[in-house]
């Protein structure tokens, strides 16, 4: 692995770290909301926030499809104006067991 690595990083783009402050918009469903987790203190979007010190704009809806996320994307976009955007969905799809061809529609 490390002669992989190395043979990596020659030809790797120089990336630049997100910095502090930072938006991050989280897109997502009960995982991104904190379902079981205290929302707003122990969610992840909220320990991701305290260990960066990103502004992370939690956008995560228990119960929410991949469909109904991206209906909700432009908006978010144009609200919050984020520098990075971190999508977590699609459990919820399998968990209805949609078929690949109604989730490709989307």
């Not at 969610?43 to 260990?51: E, G, N, S, V, W």
Request: glycine residues 14%.
């Amino acid at each position: 692995m490390a002669t992989i690595s190395q043979g990596c990083t020659k030809h790797a783009a120089a990336v630049q770290a997100i910095p502090a402050g930072a938006t991050v918009l989280v897109l997502g469903d009960s995982i991104s909301y904190g379902t079981g987790a205290e929302h707003g203190t122990q969610d992840y979007p909220t320990l991701l926030a305290r260990k960066t010190g990103w502004q992370v704009i939690n956008a995560g809806i228990a119960g929410e499809v991949s469909s109904g996320g991206l209906s909700r994307l432009p908006g978010l976009l144009v609200q919050h104006r984020p520098q990075v955007v971190i999508i977590e969905l699609g459990g919820n799809d399998f968990l209805r067991q949609w078929r690949q061809r109604v989730l490709r529609k989307t």
